[in-house]
């Protein structure tokens, strides 16, 4: 089975702090998403990286980086915390160029932001 | 515009009985993708089931059963005899073209009532 692990499922920070959310995948999926989740507004993609190095903003990517140095792993990094980025933090994974193929999603972060 | 759109923010349902999920998209690419997922309270996102717009028959996964209607732009989730642990967040999505990237509709919450 597709297994994509997020370092934590909750994470409490102050304003003004970096914080690193991090994700692992095991199945060698090219492809890693970051996604951000609020209550009525579905999932929104921040960042998505097709390859180690290569990474490509989504619909909401200010306030956000993200680092790809190994294929198995897509961080995403929140250079100065607002209160403002309190939310639900999802990744995925697919592979490259197969339609038919879904993402597959970690358990989720929650971050609240204080 | 949007581009996937569930209109029932939330359902009740009783349980044993069959639930209908609305999902109509919007997309001028004649090759697409849909999907469905799952999201319970604990936060995972589980992948249900997928559609290819040059896919001959509705998709079907044990329960679940997917009522595409093409020239509509409909992708309705059908889960026959509902079980209490359907009740959850069901989002959902659409790939276009061969963009890795799916995009999301808002949800629909789905309350299973013994």
């Known amino acids: 089975d597709v297994k994509v692990t997020q370092s934590s499922r909750y994470l409490v920070k102050r304003t003004g702090e970096k914080v690193f959310l991090e994700c692992v995948q095991d199945m060698d999926h090219e492809n890693m998403f970051w996604y951000r989740q609020d209550p009525g507004l579905g999932l929104r993609l921040i960042y998505f990286s097709y390859d180690v190095k290569m990474k490509e903003k989504g619909d909401i990517p200010e306030g956000y980086s993200v680092s790809r140095e190994k294929k198995e792993r897509f961080s995403l990094i929140l250079e100065s915390a607002s209160t403002n980025q309190t939310s639900m933090y999802l990744c995925?994974?697919?592979?490259?160029?197969?339609?038919?193929?879904?993402?597959?999603f970690g358990d989720g972060t929650r971050l609240s932001i204080l | 515009a949007q581009k996937i759109t569930q209109t029932q923010p939330g359902m009740f349902v009783q349980e044993k009985e069959a639930v209908t999920l609305d999902c109509t998209y919007d997309?001028?690419?004649?090759?697409?993708?849909l999907f469905w997922y799952k999201q319970p309270s604990s936060g995972e996102m589980i992948f249900l089931i997928y559609q290819g717009s040059y896919d001959q028959q509705n998709a079907t996964e044990g329960r679940y059963s997917l009522n595409f209607q093409k020239a509509r732009k409909s992708a309705n989730l059908v889960i026959s005899a509902s079980q209490l642990g359907d009740s959850a967040m069901y989002f959902c999505a659409m790939r276009e073209g061969r963009d890795d990237k799916i995009i999301f509709g808002k949800g629909t919450r789905l309350h299973i009532l013994p």
């Open positions: 995925a994974s697919s592979f490259l160029d197969r339609a038919s193929q879904p993402q597959h």
């Open positions: 997309t001028s690419d004649p090759s697409y993708g």
